[in-house]
C-alpha cells in the first residue's frame, strides 16, 4: 500500500519562512510533486522532484530524501497570498501515466 | 493559456439520480484524470485514462463509471446518486511521458446529493 502524512495545520508570520514536511511510504516511487490549493480554487503545480537533494524555484524550495521517504516544501519571504492549503502527492509506478497518490494537504495561515 | 474545463461547478441531485460530470481540456493531453477531494481525506483517484475508449481503475471506482470517446473529452458518471457521494470532484490532464509531467486541474465541481 501507499501512505502519506503531512501536518494538517501550520501557522506562520507574514515574512517569515515556514517548512512543510512530508512523509510516504510507497511501492514504485518515481517522484514526487507539491501543489498549492487556494480556498474554492484548483491545485496548482509547485514543484518537482525525482532525485535527492534540493530544488528552488523563487521563494519556494523542495528537498527530497529518498532513502528517508521524505520531503519537505519551504516557503520564504512569507506573503499574505502563501495562505493555501499545500498537497503533497507522490507519483508511483513510473512511466507515462503519471498516476498521483495525495496527501491530505496542509492547510497553511499566514498571518500579519 | 492551457485549460481544463468541468461543465457545471455546482450540481444538486436526488439519491437514484444519473449523474454526468463532464470535462473538457484543450492541450491535446493524453491522461485524463476523476479525483473527489473531500475534508480529511484529501484527493482520491476514481479513474483514469490514457488513450481514447481506454480506462483504469484508480483507488475508489465503486459507485462510478466513466468515458472517453474523444481526446478531449472524460464523462465521470454516477449511475445511482447516494448521499456519500456528495464530494467535489477535480478532473485533470497532463502529457504522457516519464517526465515531470504535471496534472492540470480544472476548476471542479461540487456536487450534494440529497
Known amino acids: 500500500g501507499q501512505n502519506i502524512d503531512q501536518p494538517t495545520e501550520m501557522t506562520a508570520t507574514e515574512g517569515a519562512i515556514v517548512q512543510i514536511n512530508c512523509t510516504y511510504q510507497?511501492?514504485?516511487?518515481?517522484?514526487l510533486f507539491w501543489y498549492q490549493q487556494h480556498a474554492g480554487e484548483a491545485p496548482t503545480f509547485l514543484s518537482y522532484?525525482?532525485?535527492?537533494g534540493l530544488e528552488e524555484k523563487g521563494r519556494f524550495s523542495s528537498f527530497l530524501s529518498r532513502s528517508k521517504g521524505y520531503s519537505y516544501l519551504l516557503l520564504k519571504e512569507l506573503q499574505m497570498k502563501d495562505s493555501a492549503s499545500y498537497l503533497c502527492?507522490?507519483?508511483?509506478?513510473?512511466?507515462?501515466?503519471?498516476?498521483?497518490?495525495f496527501g491530505t494537504g496542509t492547510l497553511l495561515a499566514v498571518q500579519p | 493559456d492551457v485549460k481544463v474545463t468541468q461543465s457545471s461547478r455546482y450540481l444538486v441531485k436526488r439519491t437514484g439520480e444519473k449523474v454526468f460530470l463532464e470535462c473538457v481540456q484543450d492541450?491535446?493531453?493524453?491522461?485524463m484524470f476523476w479525483y473527489r477531494q473531500d475534508p480529511g481525506l484529501g484527493l482520491r483517484l476514481i479513474y483514469f485514462?490514457?488513450?481514447?475508449?481506454?480506462?483504469e481503475k484508480g483507488d475508489i471506482p465503486e459507485g462510478y463509471s466513466v468515458s472517453r470517446e474523444k481526446k478531449e473529452r472524460f464523462s465521470l458518471i454516477l449511475e445511482s446518486a447516494s448521499t456519500n457521494q456528495t464530494s467535489m470532484y477535480l478532473c485533470?490532464?497532463?502529457?504522457?511521458?516519464?517526465?515531470?509531467?504535471?496534472?492540470?486541474f480544472g476548476a471542479g465541481s461540487r456536487l450534494t446529493v440529497l
Open positions: 510507497t511501492s514504485g516511487f518515481n517522484g
Open positions: 522532484n525525482v532525485l535527492d
Open positions: 485514462s490514457y488513450d481514447v475508449k481506454m480506462k
Open positions: 502527492a507522490v507519483r508511483r509506478d513510473g512511466g507515462a501515466t503519471n498516476k498521483l497518490i
Open positions: 485533470a490532464s497532463s502529457v504522457q511521458s516519464s517526465g515531470a509531467n504535471v496534472l492540470t
Open positions: 492541450m491535446d493531453h493524453e491522461n
